[in-house]
């Protein structure tokens, strides 16, 4: 099996389960709340009929939050994950919260989601992106994100960049098993020259560190968690 498929595997297998044991906006946990950035970052749109594209939306996290705070202006939430279980899950917390005539939903790989130009207000995208094939993929869907975004329109990215696996007991360090494993700055580099003409809003990057058990083994699965989000122009 490639390196791809095995990290792809281990993504899935990792979710499935999560989403499984773990209910949306559970204390304790990482869905207990949304990204403060992404919901910053919608404050600065006001627009009616707003539409948000979400994608590796996960069980909506931030698409439920989004959809609430954008009913008022009919927005909708147009929610992309790779696994049919979160998208099912995703639905039911809509009807939960009482979003579910805001949200829009696929099961699809963002890397082929078609995005439709000039169709989106706000584009998110966390940790997603780092599940892409490969660099050029990861070029590619940025270009197409920033097609689809109307002037004015804003993106929000988080990547995990930089990731490595250290054996706690040895202190042997290892690449980390993930789809695309970019170093941190030729993330920013890419991101620089691709958003050149837009402007930068914020970017910053946290040193991360989760203890994890794989095979038996404790391990520390580090890397850096990049936050980067920019405003198209007016055309
Ligand atoms: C760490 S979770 C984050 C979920 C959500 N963005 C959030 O912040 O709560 C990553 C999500 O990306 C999804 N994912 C991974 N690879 C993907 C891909 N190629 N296309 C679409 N979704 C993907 C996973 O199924 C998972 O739900």
Redesign the pocket.
């Known amino acids: 099996m490639s390196d791809f498929q095995q990290a792809?595997e281990k993504?899935?297998a990792y979710?499935e389960q999560f989403?499984d044991q773990t209910a949306l906006f559970e204390q304790g946990t990482?869905?207990a709340r949304?990204?403060a950035a992404?919901m910053d970052h919608l404050e600065l749109l006001k627009v009616q009929n707003m539409r948000v594209l979400?994608?590796?939306?996960?069980?909506?996290?931030?698409?439920i939050p989004m959809a609430q705070r954008i009913q008022d202006m009919n927005g909708t939430v147009v929610c992309?994950?790779?696994?049919e279980s979160?998208i099912t899950k995703l639905r039911q917390y809509a009807e939960q919260y009482g979003v579910a005539s805001h949200i829009e939903t696929h099961v699809?790989?963002?890397?082929y989601?078609r995005i439709t130009p000039g169709m989106y207000h706000y584009i998110?995208?966390?940790?997603?992106l780092e599940?892409?094939t490969s660099e050029e993929a990861f070029v590619a869907k940025l270009e197409e994100m920033q097609e689809g975004t109307a002037p004015l329109g804003i993106h929000c990215i988080?990547i995990n960049t930089n990731v490595k696996e250290i054996d706690v007991e040895t202190g042997k360090e290892q690449e980390g098993l993930i789809?695309l494993n970019l170093p941190t700055e030729r993330a920013f580099s890419i991101l620089h020259r691709l958003y050149a003409d837009w402007e930068i809003l914020c970017e910053r990057q946290v040193h991360q560190e989760i203890p994890e058990v794989h095979d038996g083994r404790d391990i520390m699965f580090c890397g850096e968690w990049i936050t980067f989000t920019a405003r198209k122009g007016a055309r």
């Open positions: 792809r993504e899935i979710h989403y990482w869905l949304p990204v992404v979400d994608l590796g939306c996960g069980v909506g996290r931030n698409s992309v994950d790779l696994l979160a699809a790989d963002a890397q989601f998110v995208a966390c940790s997603c599940h892409l988080m789809e």
